[in-house]
């Protein structure tokens, strides 16, 4: 029997090399060998990966089957890292399947959890991510609510940040927020 670490190792160089379909099949492998040995925070990992290489491959609906309960599994792992990531992951293929109320519903909860954390990196990626589907649901305030959150949750805001943070509240200060 194949050793899952190998897989998974293998699986990640394949991703990386841009190889989707190759690391698909890499992660789905080393998940089953994981799950056959009972190491559920591994497979649910793997199923993690999986979402992400699928999404690559346009493969929404299998992506969201892969991730649907992976927050439960990190969860109860006490994984609080890998549930937001797993959250989010769940998210972009929720909107990729155009379910915007559950894919927001998601990236909220993701970003709870990345801002108990300190997690700058991932609080920023998912505000961005929820701000888009906030513009895309035809929510231009509440969007730019969200990316002027992202810009204060920076702790060494660039030159950049600070102009498109002074732009984002130049709206706001016309409607006498």
Not at 153 to 165: M, N, V
Request: with cysteine; charged share 25%; proline share 3%.
């Amino acid at each position: 029997m194949p050793d899952p670490e190998v897989l998974a190792e293998q699986a990640l160089a394949d991703y990386n090399a841009g190889d989707f379909d190759r690391a698909s099949l890499g992660f789905s492998n080393a998940h089953d060998l994981f799950l056959a040995s009972d190491n559920l925070l591994r497979a649910a990992e793997m199923s993690n990966n999986l979402c992400v290489c699928l999404l690559e491959l346009d493969r929404t609906s299998e992506a969201l089957a892969a991730v649907r309960d992976t927050p439960i599994t990190f969860h109860n792992e006490d994984e609080l890292l890998l549930k937001a990531q797993s959250l989010g992951n769940r998210a972009m293929a929720r909107a990729a399947l155009g379910q915007a109320a559950e894919a927001e519903s998601d990236y909220r909860a993701a970003t709870d959890i990345f801002r108990e954390l300190g997690h700058g990196e991932g609080l920023q990626y998912t505000m961005q991510a929820l701000s888009k589907i906030q513009l895309q649901q035809g929510r231009p305030m509440e969007a730019l609510n969200a990316m002027q959150s992202v810009l204060d949750s920076k702790s060494k805001p660039s030159l950049r940040d600070r102009l498109l943070s002074w732009l984002f509240k130049f709206p706001m200060r016309f409607l006498g927020r």
